[in-house]
């Protein structure tokens, strides 16, 4: 294809060739933004600018390869999360918005608990963006990420350097590391994987072909051992006032929430849903953290 003369003519030409390979058109704007290296203002800003060919070269090698079903994210090497970038790659779960809900209920309720130095785990942390948002956020907590994979414990590592959040990582099967310290704490938080094999196996080839099925794919028929390993160990770890949140797959709810139920008796389980309205989250205020809510 000859080289378009300005970014918006460029932008045309992707958005239909990557409709016409059904993928998500929005695909254009996030790898021109990428390759212009600008802001979203100065991106919107640049649309009637002519077009670089060290540019067009780069973006419309990517659009083929996108549409070929590599990850946007894989491109460009990060996603961003809670208003950071994190650096991505296969060995870890590209971040996702709905997981912004997640931290979002965690950090208010620290807030509302008056915990500002609180200790924090996030369980199976992938690129860290859960523990390292919370560190940002919350800069008096102190936050360890835990995850059986090396890569992924070395990309949260690196994520961590580059944002400036101080984590301390251990290696190991969710909660087994934290058991192993004899430490108590006061949040535990997890996005582990949930997926049942059956529905995993129906995924576009964006999921299922370019990110780690260790992290998506939840052993058993509904996808939930990896629930019920942790909240079998919860009592030893999750202090007398503390919360236990994970995010959870639609549809999950009500199943989930009963397991936390019969392993925490003493807390107020709540399923919560995302801004679609779907069973997103469940949360586990314990014993004096429950009352404190509610009054």
């Not at 008056?114 to 785990?121: D, L, R, S």
Request: aromatic residues 8%.
């Amino acid at each position: 294809m000859i080289k378009p003369a300005f970014v918006f003519e460029a932008l045309q030409w992707a958005s239909s060739f990557l409709a016409e390979n059904n993928r998500e058109q929005r695909a254009a704007d996030l790898l021109m933004r990428h390759h212009l290296d600008v802001s979203w203002t100065e991106f919107h800003l640049s649309r009637r600018e002519n077009l670089q060919e060290d540019v067009w070269q780069a973006f419309q090698r990517d659009v083929i390869l996108h549409s070929k079903g590599i990850p946007v994210q894989h491109l460009m090497g990060y996603e961003e999360f809670y208003g950071r970038r994190f650096n991505v790659s296969e060995d870890v779960l590209i971040p996702r918005p709905e997981t912004e809900e997640l931290v979002d209920g965690v950090i208010s309720w620290l807030k509302q608990q008056n915990k500002q130095n609180a200790a924090a785990a996030d369980i199976g942390t992938g690129s860290g963006a859960i523990a390292i948002t919370l560190a940002l956020e919350l800069k008096q907590i102190k936050v360890t990420a835990v995850d059986i994979n090396e890569m992924a414990l070395n990309m949260a590592a690196k994520n961590a350097k580059a944002l400036g959040a101080h984590i301390d990582f251990l290696q190991g099967d969710l909660l087994l590391p934290l058991i192993k310290t004899g430490r108590m704490f006061d949040v535990i938080v997890s996005n582990p994987p949930y997926i049942p094999k059956k529905e995993w196996e129906e995924l576009d080839p964006l999921v299922k072909e370019y990110e780690p099925q260790l992290a998506l794919i939840g052993e058993g028929d509904d996808g939930l051992h990896c629930y019920r390993k942790m909240a079998a160990s919860l009592p030893a770890i999750l202090k007398e006032d503390g919360l236990a949140a994970f995010e959870i797959g639609v549809n999950q709810g009500d199943t989930a929430a009963a397991i936390f139920k019969k392993a925490l008796p003493d807390a107020k389980v709540s399923v919560r849903l995302d801004i679609n309205g779907k069973d997103r989250m469940i949360f586990c205020e314990r014993g004096k953290a429950s009352e404190r809510t509610s009054s």
